[in-house]
């Protein structure tokens, strides 16, 4: 390969949450504890990449701060063309202009921003089961309600939508407003085509809006394309909202800086003046050249190398826990770099409690998740954006000390 992807980077005092929250006062509370004596810490949990980021990133950072002001600025047109173009040579939009894109601090912001809007204290919002746990806090800290339509895993172990479950939730709640998450996280789903059609023609049905999560797109595995929800049908395009990010696929979360695409003016209108009121959503100038130097040429080739990496070791981590931890069930991901472990049939054989099995794996140096505030009634997340080295070490200390002890 070209680019580094096995070398182990030391992230320690380098300001990584992964690493240096550990062991101290919890702020989300289901951080890990630090590892007992004599085990090094293996970061699993938060979900960002212990790969450096793509070498063209850097470079146009650097090239910005060879200019000494940092003064205030607007973005440019190479910004907006660099989305435009990303856009269209990954995913096949076409028609997307400037005025569609809207700078966002964060995904989370335009969810925030989208909800005010569009709903009333007191509503419910439908999202699916598993959830990504930030989207339960925004809808429940601005006083909605989280209405859950269950994922279901067909005969062949894929995580399927419900759409006669979404139906009714719709109608009996009176909902007007979801939150889809695609690709699915925790579930690592790419919905194929005419999943997203169907489950759009249930919310044309129900006069629902959609805010699209959209963060995961560029990772996804061989044989899977992320179809930008937006894209399925005109009444989509004017109804969704949809959230896009360089933070997942380039390691920039503490860049910070998101993007929303609205085609449909006046919803644009409604959720970027709202959001310009907050003042929280201005863009910082060196997270405008992080992006424009991820979506360069460059950005592609890394990313390419990169999808192969992370679906080695999703193939590497399904396939060792199927065979060596008799209980746990898991499902190959089609994209993003999560698994969702359900050990539920282990803890019933063992009893063992999802607390002692998640302080089993944190005693011995895997950082884990706990997989319950993510929907999952017995169920462990693990982050694979390692280099392999780092992976085959945390089986097989699960394999020593945790499972099979």
Not at 166 to 183: G, V, W
Request: charged fraction near 25%; aromatic fraction near 12%.
């Amino acid at each position: 390969m070209k680019y580094d992807f096995t070398s182990i980077m030391d992230r320690r005092g380098k300001d990584a949450l992964a690493i240096d929250g550990i062991g101290e006062n919890k702020v989300w509370g289901n951080e890990p504890d630090a590892p007992k004596e004599g085990f090094d810490f293996i970061p699993m949990w938060v979900a960002d990449m212990n790969f450096p980021t793509c070498p063209s990133v850097t470079e146009t950072i650097m090239e910005r701060l060879r200019h000494p002001a940092f003064g205030y600025f607007r973005p440019s047109e190479e910004y907006y063309n660099s989305i435009i173009r990303w856009q269209e040579e990954h995913f096949g939009v076409t028609g997307l202009r400037k005025e569609h894109i809207g700078y966002e601090n964060g995904v989370h912001g335009c969810v925030t921003s989208a909800v005010n809007v569009l709903s009333e204290p007191g509503e419910k919002i439908l999202m699916h089961s598993p959830f990504y746990l930030g989207f339960t806090s925004d809808i429940e800290g601005l006083g909605r309600r989280s209405v859950y339509s269950p994922l279901k895993k067909d005969e062949e172990g894929i995580w399927r939508m419900d759409y006669e479950d979404m139906d009714r939730k719709l109608k009996e709640n009176h909902i007007h407003l979801a939150i889809f998450c695609s690709p699915h996280n925790p579930c690592g789903r790419v919905w194929e085509r005419w999943e997203l059609e169907k489950a759009m023609e249930v919310y044309e049905a129900n006069n629902c809006y959609v805010i699209s999560d959209e963060i995961w797109a560029d990772l996804t595995f061989s044989g899977h394309r992320h179809i930008p929800t937006q894209s399925i049908n005109e009444w989509a395009r004017e109804h969704v909202i949809a959230v896009y990010a360089p933070s997942k696929t380039f390691n920039l979360a503490g860049m910070i800086g998101s993007y929303h695409v609205i085609y449909g003016s006046y919803l644009r209108d409604r959720i970027t003046r709202y959001g310009d009121a907050t003042h929280y959503n201005e863009m910082n100038v060196l997270s405008m050249h992080a992006l424009i130097g991820a979506y360069k040429p460059e950005g592609s080739e890394w990313l390419r190398e990169l999808r192969t990496v992370l679906e080695e070791n999703a193939r590497y981590a399904v396939t060792f826990t199927k065979e060596h931890f008799h209980g746990v069930d898991v499902s190959m991901p089609q994209g993003t770099y999560m698994i969702f472990l359900d050990c539920t049939e282990y803890c019933q054989k063992t009893g063992m409690t999802i607390e002692e099995l998640l302080k089993a794996g944190w005693d011995v140096g895997v950082g884990w998740q706990d997989g319950r505030p993510f929907g999952g009634a017995c169920h462990i997340r693990m982050n694979l954006a390692s280099p392999m080295s780092r992976i085959e070490e945390a089986f097989a200390r699960f394999e020593k000390y945790v499972f099979n002890n």
